[in-house]
């Protein structure tokens, strides 16, 4: 530490780094949330299609699965939104950040899902291919590549020293963490 109340590297205060990450976070969120809501916008209109009585029990039971999924989903990346507006000059920043972020981890798994779900319909009904589930699978190895592993394994290989921006202190356990 540089001074008291201060860390070395960006040389911020524990609000400062809260500021920061909170801002970095809503990035995030922007782009998640504007995904998720897409999807589910067009979702919700595929049940009034005409198409949709047509659609195998099972393919229907997929459907309302997905549905659900990008209703959640969409909860849980907005989810920090309010939490920012709720708890607004309360002085918990550092643990609305930690909150905000495992939300948005939440959503993105549930996004995941959501996506892994729609393309299995959508291929179900476009293509009747036994090979469908290997195709999702594909895609969702992909994403699970993209999002989680590349991720973690730069998280990893960056991260020079147990002091670093991912640990946690133990003589400041409320500190976030990225």
Known sequence: MTQEGR??????????????????????????????????????????????ATLAHFDQVIYIVTVMLGACATGALIGPVSLHRLVAGRRVKPRAVRLASRMTLVGLFLLLATMASSLVLILRVA???????????????????CWYGLPLWARRKHTSGPHEATARRPDRPDEPHE
């Open 127 to 145: 293509t009747h291919d036994p090979y469908v589930p290997y195709l999702v699978a594909g895609v969702v190895i992909w994403y699970l590549v």
């Open 7 to 52: 860390r070395t590297g960006r040389d911020e205060t524990e609000e400062e780094r809260a500021d920061r990450m909170w801002v970095e976070l809503i990035q995030e969120v922007r782009v998640a949330q504007t995904g998720v809501q897409i999807l589910f916008g067009f979702l919700l209109t595929v049940v009034f299609q005409p198409k949709y």
